[in-house]
């Protein structure tokens, strides 16, 4: 009798216990999960999630037609669209190698309404068709970021810059800046550099490539060599470079004709040449070496007076600048200009060859002054215009700041090339 006793009260805490649970249970509020809805993605002004996308390049062959084409839009509507946004985009000028965007109605019919062409990374065109035809020209919004760069060359200049994980349009422009002061065929290990400069970021995260040089320092041979960006108004509003005296970097004569070239051989009068039996053979040129294609510039303003081949010259070009100079370029692959065309200094006139009487790929640089060969790097050649008096204030507090920060710079050490 009293192990049943024990029994019953055992069965009466169970269910009681259950029962408890079940009333705790009941007590809980069921928590539904909330749908999350998916990020509104937008790219080109467009909200993505209201259409199909197609997202491709342009291949060798491919035209906008073809594309429509391959898309089920119509020739008659291809023709329209041509001819309707003619004025603005020249579908003819597509290229291979360039992204587009499609983009397609979400519905069965999945008609192509959108056609966007990224010419580059910033700028890209916008055709729209699903009413009427608008074409439109944007640009992606640009962040500009300051940056700065310090190194001593091992070298080259673009070794460093490679070897220092640095964005190698900078040393293209800085090549650019100092092309008139510095022989970039010549530098030497130990010469060393600072820099500040803007970079392009499209959604902040993408290089877009050099804004700006602000300030630079070249420190070539032991000579510091400043540069400073300044709008100079005497040379039509335009913007040059100058050094912490205010004086203009820009010459009359870019000092090689070939950016990042070596000198293969120089100009000498006395030159002795096995194959000739150790004859002297004078080289009234110098000789820039550099890969086949390489494009060839125009030293100077001037006026192409000869572009032709002839006999060991090959395929070369001579532009008059004034009454005192004239150069001539030699053993092209092809030339640019014709006679009669005015270059500017920095244009290209041709590219590195083999053509006419020569071992390898080279451009023979010739100086001509007063009607004789002379060698341009023994030369005192003019200076470009000096910076107007009535700027020099305006122009020293502006570069003030920009020389503090340039000088706290520190350069980084040679252990890490």
């Known amino acids: 009798m009293k192990h049943i006793g024990y029994l019953l009260l055992f069965i009466v ?4 216990c259950q029962k408890e649970k079940k009333e705790e249970k009941a007590a809980v509020p069921e928590v539904k999960e909330e749908k999350k809805e998916a990020p509104v993605v937008r790219e080109f002004g467009y909200v993505l999630q209201n259409f199909n996308v197609v997202k491709d390049t342009v291949k060798p062959g491919d035209s906008f037609g073809a594309i429509m084409d ?16 003619k004025d603005t985009f020249n579908v003819a000028r597509i290229q291979a190698g360039k992204p587009y965007m499609l983009l397609k109605s979400k519905d069965t019919s999945a008609n192509a ?21 608008i074409a439109q020209k944007r640009k992606k919004p640009v962040k500009l970021v300051e940056k700065s760069a310090s190194g001593t060359i091992s070298s080259s200049l673009m070794q460093t810059f490679d070897d220092l994980d640095l964005n190698f349009l900078v040393a293209y422009n800085m090549a650019d800046i100092y092309a008139w002061t510095i022989d970039f065929t010549r530098l030497q290990a130990g010469d060393r550099f600072k820099v500040i400069y803007t970079e392009k970021f499209i959604d902040d ?19 510091p060599i400043y540069a400073f960006r300044f709008q100079d108004d005497s040379i039509n509003g335009g913007v040059d470079y100058f ?10 004569f ?15 009068l006395k030159r002795r040449i096995k194959y000739y039996g150790n004859k002297i053979r004078p080289h009234r040129g110098t000789d820039f070496a550099a890969p086949i294609g390489t494009p060839i510039l ?17 395929k070369y070009v001579k532009i008059r600048h004034n009454a005192t100079y004239d150069t001539q370029y030699l053993h092209m692959s092809r030339q640019a200009v014709k006679v009669g065309e005015y270059v500017r200094q920095g244009d290209v006139i041709g590219y590195i060859g083999m053509t006419g009487n020569t071992s390898g790929p080279h451009v023979c640089y010739r100086f001509w002054k007063n009607g004789k060969e002379v060698d341009p790097f023994k030369q005192d050649l003019p200076s470009s215009k000096p910076l107007a008096d009535s700027l020099r204030p305006a122009f020293f507090n502006h570069i003030e700041p920009l020389k503090t920060e340039l000088d706290s710079i520190l350069f980084k050490p040679k252990e890490i090339l």
């Open 13 to 16: 805490v169970v269910f009681s």
């Open 70 to 85: 391959a898309h089920g839009v119509t020739r008659a509507k291809v023709f329209e669209i041509t001819n309707t946004i």
């Open 113 to 133: 309404q959108v056609f966007v062409y990224q010419n580059n990374k910033i700028d890209y065109t916008v055709i729209d068709f699903r009413d009427s035809i």
């Open 205 to 223: 995260t993408i290089p877009a490539g050099i804004d700006q040089i602000k300030a630079s320092y070249f420190e070539h041979r032991s000579k």
């Open 243 to 252: 050094d912490h005296e205010a004086n203009n970097l820009r010459r009359a």
């Open 254 to 268: 870019l000092r090689a004709p070939v950016k990042f070239s070596r000198i293969s051989s120089r100009y000498n």
């Open 298 to 314: 125009a030293t100077a303003d001037g006026i192409v007076t000869k572009s032709e081949r002839r006999g060991g010259n090959g």
